[in-house]
């Protein structure tokens, strides 16, 4: 099962553009690290690693099923993270 939902993937796509970057200098990669076991209250759960290709700028946000990791990698971009 996929954690980054199509339209969170979009999102992520429309953020580099809205930015002035282009997708293929970026890579985006998804780790599922849900413990089939847990009763935990976060169902899916993991990481995405995302890196600027150009830069070799890599950073990774944990990912569940409320998780904001969009938002914090917009705000990485703003302070210019990735440049």
Same mark, same amino acid.
């Given at each position: 099962?996929?954690?980054?939902? *199509?339209?969170?993937? @979009?999102? &992520?796509?429309?953020? %580099?553009?809205? @930015? $002035? &970057? =282009?997708? $293929?200098?970026?890579? %985006? #990669?998804?780790?599922?690290?849900?413990? *089939?076991?847990?009763?935990? @209250?976060?169902? %899916?759960? $993991?990481? =995405?690693?995302?890196?600027?290709?150009?830069?070799? =700028?890599?950073?990774?946000? *944990?990912?569940?099923?409320?998780?904001? #990791?969009?938002?914090?990698?917009?705000?990485? %971009?703003?302070?210019? =993270? &990735?440049?």
């Amino acid at each position: 099962m996929r954690l980054i939902e *199509p339209a969170e993937r @979009n999102d &992520f796509l429309a953020t %580099l553009q809205q @930015n $002035g &970057f =282009v997708e $293929g200098d970026f890579d %985006l #990669w998804e780790a599922d690290t849900t413990d *089939p076991k847990s009763d935990e @209250n976060c169902g %899916l759960q $993991g990481y =995405v690693s995302i890196t600027r290709l150009s830069t070799q =700028v890599t950073k990774e946000y *944990p990912i569940c099923d409320e998780s904001d #990791w969009l938002q914090h990698f917009r705000r990485d %971009l703003d302070a210019g =993270v &990735f440049a």
